[in-house]
């Protein structure tokens, strides 16, 4: 391809610039697209299998999407929205089961179910009150709740082993859960992607800068880190796909729909175990309540986990403090992130959650018999020769501007692009890679609005994912319909 005549650059090899790309070459075939990678392969920061939860986040145990308010009602809209948007990812991974472009489903997904767990009275009484909001929506219809221990032993043997039997416990459970693999769905998304014309893949490639032509197109400067070389690559549009390592870009592009934002860094990591017998009495991801003060992404479970080396039992994620963006970045990132725009947001929202500093401080300072402690809350019989300590990914939590506070960190994703829509970028974490398939459908309708427009594209979409454009929330009818069909197709619960 000419170097100089390219409709898309994308920008990292990971879970939303594979997905972005299949989204694109699937609605137009002779894009012209280039996918560069500063590493050595795909999906090896935050998408590898290692560095994340494997979680299809679809808010069935994960309680911080259900809050309790101060009236006592449990607020589940967040729960429905994360919901429909994962169910958008099942659709567009299903269609592409069919069509040959990804490989049998149980080479990235499983059937594992979610299960939410808690112990003592008032934590009790929450999670009955969750369940009997949530099973009264389609969504979440299939959900069962029990607090009686021989039910939950059942469900759950390893949790219940030689635990009070007068403390009171509770559980929910969805058996359709699943576990991803979604470094294995990017490498699939990558070699379909080579296949086709033009596309490119790049690897050992570094992007150093990024500047706006005359003729609105990007010159997007790289180094490739084997020869050495600088070449540039001039695009109609870029989309930073990078994890931490999108903020950084998105500065140097500088458009002014990036000030104000900043970038804070948080740290992961597991305790993993790989017995056998251990591994085999676990088949669930088991969610509880988060600590008071620590950010999502540690909200605490113990997962079963089908990986590229076999399967495992994950504890965590504990997490931790850092400066780092990247799991291979620099201890630097976050002062070279720091800018006259986004310093007083920094300084405002640092100062807000400085609490949150001390805790992820704490915990990075933890022990293996604290760590292990924490993991007998889940598993009580857990022996702490049986379980290793494991770094996991590194996530960049945003920071923006308030006009109320000054300043405020965020929880989540969100898509930043360019006005004349040359350029997008995905800043955030959880729910991360669940949410792809959404979250590329917001970069497509900001930045190809025209051609989302057209009755072509529109078709597409509607046969890629049918619910596109519709409410799952609000049609039970076409739930069911898009449900049954990704089940059967990705072989989950009992399908």
Known sequence: MDKKDIDVVLIGAGAMS??????????????????????????????????????????????????????????????????EAFELSLQFWSYCVENGSLPDPSRFINSVPHQSFVWGEDNVEYLRKRYEVMREHPMFAEMEFSDDPAVISEWLPLVMENRDPNEKVAATKIAHGSDVNFGRIARAFARHLREQDDFDLRLNVNVTDLEKQDDGRWKVKIEDLNLEQREPIYTKFVFLGLGGGALPLLQKSDIPEADGYGGFPVSGQWLICRRPDIVAKHNAKVYGKAAVGSPPMSVPHLDKRVLEDGNALLFGPFAGFTTKFLVHGSKFDLIKSTTFDNILPLTIAGFRNFDLTKYLVKESRKTHAERMESLRHYFPDAKADDWVFAEAGQRVQIIKKDKDKGGKLEFGTEVVSSADGSISALLGASPGASVTVKAMLEVLESCFSERMASDEWQAKLQEMIPSYKKSLIDDPELLKSVRSRTLKTLKLGDS
Request: with cysteine; glycine share 10%; net charge negative.
């Open 18 to 83: 594979t997905c972005l790309g299949m989204l694109l070459k699937q609605l137009d075939p002779t894009l012209k697209i280039i996918m560069v990678e500063r590493l050595d392969g795909v999906g090896k920061e935050s998408t590898a299998s290692h560095n994340n939860a494997g979680t299809g986040h679809a808010a069935y145990c994960e309680l911080n999407y259900t809050p309790l308010q101060e009236d006592g009602s449990i607020d589940i809209s967040k729960a429905l929205s994360i919901n």
